[in-house]
C-alpha cells in the first residue's frame, strides 16, 4: 500500500516570489512519481513525473519537482511565480511494477497555491 | 491536443436514483480509470479498467457501482441507486501504449445527490 503526504494544505505567495510545495510517499514498492495541477473548476493536468533517470524532472510552466530516494519526497518548485499559477497541486505515485493494466494513482489531499499580487 | 472528455459537467440527482456519467478516453487509448473527489478530501481510486474487465477496484467500488465500454468510444460510470455520500466529483482518465503509467484526466463531472 502506498500513501502520499502534502504537508501543507494552503501556500500563499507573492507574485515572482519563489515557492515550494512538499511532498513526501511512503511505499513498500518502487513508484512513478506525478503532480498534477487543478485550475479553477477544471480538471487534472499533468505537470510533470518522475519515471527513472535523473531526479530532477522539470515540466511546464517552469515548475520542476526533484526525486529524493533517501528522504521519500518529491518537492515541486518554481523559482518566480505568477499570479496564473494559482491553483491546487495534487503528488500522486503509482506503483511501479503492477503492470500496464493498473497503475491506479494514489493521491496526496492537495496544496492550494494562493499567488497573490 | 487530444484530451478526455465527460459529460455531464454536472448533475443533481435525488437519493436512490440511478445515474450514468460518461467519458469519451483519447483516442486509442486502452486502459481506463475512474476516480471521485469528495469536497476537501483526496482524490481516490475506484476502479480500473483494460480489455472489458475490470483490473482491479477500491473498497468504495461496491454492488452498486458498475462499469462499462458500450462502444468504441464511450466509458461509462452507473451508480444505481445513489446515496448522499456519493456526492462528489468523478474523474475519469485513461493512458495508452507507450506510456501506461501516465493517466490523462477529464475534467469531471460533479454530482450532488439530494
Known amino acids: 500500500a502506498q500513501s502520499v503526504t502534502q504537508l501543507d494544505s494552503q501556500v500563499p505567495v507573492f507574485e515572482e516570489a519563489p515557492v515550494e510545495l512538499r511532498c513526501n510517499y511512503s511505499?513498500?514498492?518502487?513508484?512513478?512519481l506525478f503532480w498534477y495541477v487543478q485550475y479553477p473548476n477544471q480538471g487534472l493536468q499533468l505537470l510533470l513525473k518522475y519515471l527513472s533517470g535523473s531526479t530532477l524532472v522539470k515540466g511546464i510552466n517552469g515548475f520542476e519537482a526533484e526525486f529524493n530516494k533517501s528522504q521519500t519526497s518529491f518537492h515541486l518548485r518554481k523559482p518566480s511565480v505568477h499570479i496564473s499559477d494559482t491553483a491546487e497541486y495534487f503528488c500522486?505515485?503509482?506503483?511501479?511494477?503492477?503492470?500496464?493494466?493498473?497503475?491506479?494513482?494514489?493521491f496526496g489531499k492537495g496544496t492550494l497555491l494562493t499567488v497573490n499580487p | 491536443e487530444p484530451e478526455v472528455t465527460q459529460t455531464p459537467s454536472h448533475q443533481v440527482t435525488q437519493m436512490g436514483q440511478e445515474v450514468i456519467l460518461r467519458c469519451v478516453p483519447i483516442?486509442?487509448?486502452?486502459?481506463f480509470y475512474w476516480y471521485r473527489q469528495i469536497l476537501g478530501q483526496k482524490v481516490e481510486f475506484l476502479v480500473s479498467f483494460y480489455n472489458n474487465e475490470i483490473s482491479e477496484k477500491s473498497e468504495i467500488f461496491d454492488d452498486q457501482f458498475s462499469v462499462e465500454r458500450p462502444d468504441g468510444s464511450n466509458f461509462t460510470l452507473k451508480i444505481r441507486s445513489t446515496k448522499l455520500e456519493d456526492s462528489a466529483m468523478y474523474f475519469c482518465?485513461?493512458?495508452?501504449?507507450?506510456?501506461?503509467?501516465?493517466?490523462?484526466f477529464g475534467p469531471g463531472t460533479r454530482l450532488l445527490v439530494l
Open positions: 483516442s486509442n487509448h486502452l486502459y
Open positions: 511505499s513498500s514498492v518502487s513508484v512513478y
Open positions: 500522486a505515485v503509482s506503483d511501479r511494477n503492477s503492470g500496464g493494466s493498473n497503475y491506479k494513482l494514489t
Open positions: 482518465a485513461s493512458t495508452g501504449r507507450g506510456h501506461l503509467e501516465t493517466q490523462y
